[in-house]
């Protein structure tokens, strides 16, 4: 039976596709642990001051008045009547973290501007709002870009950052209570317009799905902190961005309608670790609506069932917002949800604390072997724009790069650019380069990846808008080669400086494993682990067969995805199980569940996360995974172009048409760069415990370097690099050419 207020906020009714996994409320210690978690977060300076709060008001309420003047302005040099001139109207939403109100100090705000249907996108907005805005003192670092996927204006106004995106509905007068939730707003609207108004249409819609919009505020904001410290946030690099987190904590929420902050981060955790992607994670049953408007739906669209790891948007027309994910980075997310599942479970027992979860990844520390990819220009608007093509192109680099080592190769993008500043006009971005754990290599084994890296900088300087001076390089650099200006303040950090959570662990592991083998560890495995390199063998394997094979964690059923109804848990003191009915619906009534632990039966909240529940809990997870998905490849096509919204940073997309290549590498005269690499099982994890390992780096042939300066050579035209990935097995000291 549900508590008081999930009833007060559901109206009896359950949010979400499935009923919750538990309706236990907090004990003591998941108020304590919340309190202790607000702390942090303000501590950690993610909330925005009284006076920065009412300056971004202040900001909109102008906006909202510009576009106002701006709409009227147009509607007269149209030729329109007076009356219509006076009744012309437009109106400023706002969506994204901003809209969640989970947003920092000095993040910008995504805005959306709707207007009448003879207030036209390039004619009017881009030229004539432009223009107004260029000539306002307040306004700076004005920047249209018309030709990204979702046509956007960044500027800032009064120092505070704007993204508006623009809407054109087929009204000749937009009123001021428009409410944009409604299906019939994307009635005769072109393709660009539905683009920018799904991404309030989505905000507004996952507030009326979660239970508890504070508890899911405060448990969104550490979620989105933890990527960011994780290396984690960024879609346009693969990960996950910031209407991707949104979803799936709401999911969460969804599960444990009565849980406070601290109770969600721990079953975040639990149940991504538990997760058996591709199955998708959706907030309500896709609609279909009556607009004919393609939808997310991989029994129809064969593209759709390409997608590794599918979070899907709550609002018609439904998509998947996490299209971006390749097979190496939802590796890394997947290890990352076991880290955080791993230190959830020793928080419990007061062996860790928050430090401990949001410890930064030490992506420079990760990897023996990196590709740096450099970019220049001649002047900051050159660099800005050639900064945003190459941005939406690098994903391409992964997945070629998996798609032509047969996945044998793993890619780890890192999710930020950096600059030297005694170099203008310069940025560059890393990627971490290791061999497939659990797979035997070869002596001397090589990729020869000259064709991959030369395809990937065709297409990127097939840029339409490609000037003098924008270049782009991409170089092979070892760890030890790492440019200084990479790091905090410029300075190398010193190794082994710090001992973190992963080291003490593989420590730990290490310690109790060797009373149990026969041999000795050598010096090459110090703080590797073995329990560590077993369980990421594990968790490799199993991702790899489900991407395979397209199986999910239920095999019996054979239809293409489509989460049924399923039984799922009511975690009370005598964990008993129930079976879902009803179709959710979405809720309205918010309420807040500060006081909830008062509610709760003391029996009820002190055996919910009892071994016993925690396995029903499992069971649980399974039952909600039990449609199948298939139709999947063992090596998923890249797709042409990316064709689904971004609700949070967008990449640019400007249109060039991609070249395909052949599955496999040739030896022919093309550039690129070439990349020893080691056969480490376990780099990040060795990387992780600041360890080198015993393995010997393998000289390159030929190599693009950094000079100490951190110049790049440009590639000589007569001897042009190649990449070429060598490997040596596990413990073997010597080289191979």
Known sequence: MGSPALS????????????????????????????????????????????????????????DQIVKIWV?????????????VQEANAKIFTFGSYRLGVHGPGADIDTLCVGPRHATREEDFFSELHKILSEMPEVSELHPVPDAHVPVMKFK?????????????????????????????????????????????????????????????????????WAKRRGVYSNVSGFLGGINWALLVARICQLYPNALPNMLVSRFFRVFTQWRWPNPVMLCANEEGSLGLPVWDPRRNPKDRFHLMPIITPAYPCMNSSY?????????????????????????????????LFEPYPFFEAYKNYLQTDITAENDDDLRNWKGWVESRLRQLTLKIERHTYNMLQCHPHPGDFSDKSRPFHHCYFMGLQRKQGVPASEGEQFDMRLTVDEFKRSVNMYTMRKR??????????????????????VRPSRASKMTWDSRRSLELKASDSTQVD????????????????????????????????????????QPVEVHEVSQISTTSSCSIKDV?????????????????????????????????????????????????????????????????????????FGATRQRSPMTSSVAKTSSVVVPMTSCNEARLTSRSYSNGGLEELEPAEVVALSSTGTTRAPVAERKP???????SLGKAGKSS
């Not at 001076?469 to 410029?490: A, D, L, Q, S």
């Not at 997870?621 to 971004?646: A, R, V």
Request: charged letters at 30%.
């Open 8 to 63: 007060g906020r559901n109206n009896g009714q359950r949010l979400g596709i499935t009923d919750p996994i538990s309706l236990s409320g907090p004990t003591e210690y998941d108020v304590i642990k919340t309190r202790e978690l607000e702390k942090y977060l303000q501590d950690a300076g993610l909330y925005e001051s009284q006076e920065e709060a009412v300056s971004r008001e202040e900001v909109l309420g102008r906006l």
């Open 72 to 84: 009227k302005t147009i509607s007269r040099a149209k030729g329109l009547n007076e009356q219509l």
């Open 157 to 225: 106004f009064a120092g505070i950052s704007i993204d508006l995106l623009y809407a054109k509905l087929s009204l000749w007068v937009i009123p001021e209570d428009l409410d944009i939730s409604q299906d019939s707003i994307l009635q005769n609207a072109d393709e660009q317009t539905v683009r920018s108004l799904n991404g309030c249409r989505v905000t507004d819609r996952v507030l009326r799905l979660v239970p508890n919009i504070q508890s899911f505020r405060t448990t969104l904001r550490c979620m989105r902190f």
């Open 324 to 356: 971006n994910v390749s097979s190496s980075t939802l590796r890394i997310m997947t290890e990352e949800f076991q880290r955080g599942h791993d230190i959830c479970e020793v928080m419990e027992e007061n062996k860790a604390d928050w430090d401990t």
């Open 469 to 490: 001076g924008m270049e782009i390089y991409v170089t092979h650099v070892k760890r030890r080669n790492i440019p200084n200006f990479v790091f905090p303040g410029g």
């Open 519 to 558: 041999r000795p560890f050598e010096a090459t495995e110090s703080l590797d682990g073995v329990d560590d390199r077993r369980k990421r063998r594990r968790i490799d394997y199993n991702a790899n067969t489900n991407l395979r094979n397209g199986e999910s964690l239920a095999a019996a059923h054979s």
């Open 581 to 653: 009915n009803s179709i959710p619906t979405s809720a309205n009534n918010i309420e807040n569940l500060a006081d909830v632990s008062s509610q709760n039966n003391g029996d009820q909240t002190a055996a919910a996360d009892t071994p016993s529940c925690k396995e029903a809990e499992k069971l649980a997870i399974q039952k909600i995974l039990s449609g199948s998905y298939d139709s999947h490849q063992e090596f998923p096509c890249e797709t042409e172009e990316l064709d689904d919204i971004d609700y949070t940073k967008q990449a640019i997309d």
């Open 722 to 728: 190649i990449i070429r990935l060598s490997f040596t």
